[in-house]
Structure formats: C-alpha cells, structure tokens
C-alpha cells in the first residue's frame, strides 16, 4: 500500500498495516510541517526502512524539510547528488544544496563549498570564491574553516597576506573542535608566525640601531 503525500486532509490519512505507531506519527507530523520528520521521512524512502525505497519520494520529503528550514536536509541532498549513489550524479545541483545549507546558517556547508573551489575538481578551481566560503565558515564558527582560513592568510594565497588576522583565527581554531593532527598544523603555524614576528622586530631594532650609529658618526 502506497503512502501518500498528505496535507491537511479533511479526513484521517490510512496508514499501511505494517506502520508502527512511531512512524503514524512521524508521517504525521511531517504532513504538518515538522522539519525534522520530514527528514526522517526521506530517509526511511531513501533507505527502504518501513516502506519501500523510492528516491524520488526521498528527495521530495528532503526537499520539504528544507522548505521548512532544515539545512541538513539540504545538506544530504547535497551528498545524494555528489556522490551519485542513488540517484545520477549532478555536481551542479549538489553545489545548489550545498549553497542552501550555507543560506540557513549551516558552517559545515560553508566549509564545503570553500574546500569545493579550492580543489576545483567538480567545478572550476576559484581561490576568491575559495576564500568567501571558507572565510563565512570561520566567521559561523567552523574550527577547521579557521585554521584553513587562516593558513590562507598567512600565505597571502587569494587573499592579501594578513599574519595579524591569521594568528587571530589560529587562536580561535584552536580553541574550537580540530582532529589531533589539524591541531598540530594549528599550533605549528602560530608558532611560526609569532618568531616570524619576533624576527622582523629584531631586524627592524638593529635598522634602527645602524640609523643611529651612522647619525652619530
């Protein structure tokens, strides 16, 4: 038996046999609107759990949730689309999800689409666009966005070198959720610029020093 697409029927909906009470309600409230179920519904339709698998029912139920405000919806349909595993691959669309996500706030999306145009290898490499994304993740709050904004910066690549601004988002990478080895990169970059720091100052202190010299003389 089939499940329809029901919206404020004036009659109650007629749920198969093999429904648990769990998924009347969960199909229930994603007809009313609840962002999460409609999620979940997707993912029972992709995954064949309870009802059969029907990616076209998936996406449509994703679709809704992302409607109501969900961005990780957006976000598995984003995946869905890149990967191609249950539906033909569609980079161009995956990219449309992904931005999506980014719209409602999601950093992790954010961070994708700046690691997207940095790799260039389902679109066109762009380090500005690169750069927009990954900066919009580090301001979300995306601790790996940060460190890797801030290396950018550090090295001045599509963006203009700014050691000041990277040693500021390498404190806050590192204060945030980073892997043990990002880390690692975070805390030996800003190690790297303070003595850069240092060095340039002490260059600067004995230009100073022979200016004096040479004034006296």
Known sequence: MTVHRWNKLSQDPVFPDSFTEEMKSTFASGAMGDM????????????????????????????KSVGSGNPSAAMTLARIFVRGEYIDKDNDAAIGWYEKAAGLGDAKAMHRLGSIYAKGKIVTKDLNLAVFWFRKAAKAGDAAAQLVFALL??????????HGEAFKWL????KGDLSDENRAVALKAKQSITQNHH???????????????????
């Open 36 to 63: 999460n179920a409609q999620a979940v519904i997707g993912t029972m339709y992709l995954q064949g759990n309870g009802v059969t698998a029907n990616t076209s029912e998936a996406i449509h139920w994703y679709e």
């Open 153 to 162: 910066l550090r090295d001045g690549k599509g963006v203009e070198t700014n």
């Open 171 to 174: 404190k806050e990478a590192i």
């Open 199 to 217: 060095a340039s100052d002490s260059k600067l202190t004995s230009s100073i020093q022979t200016t004096n010299n040479e004034t006296a003389a």
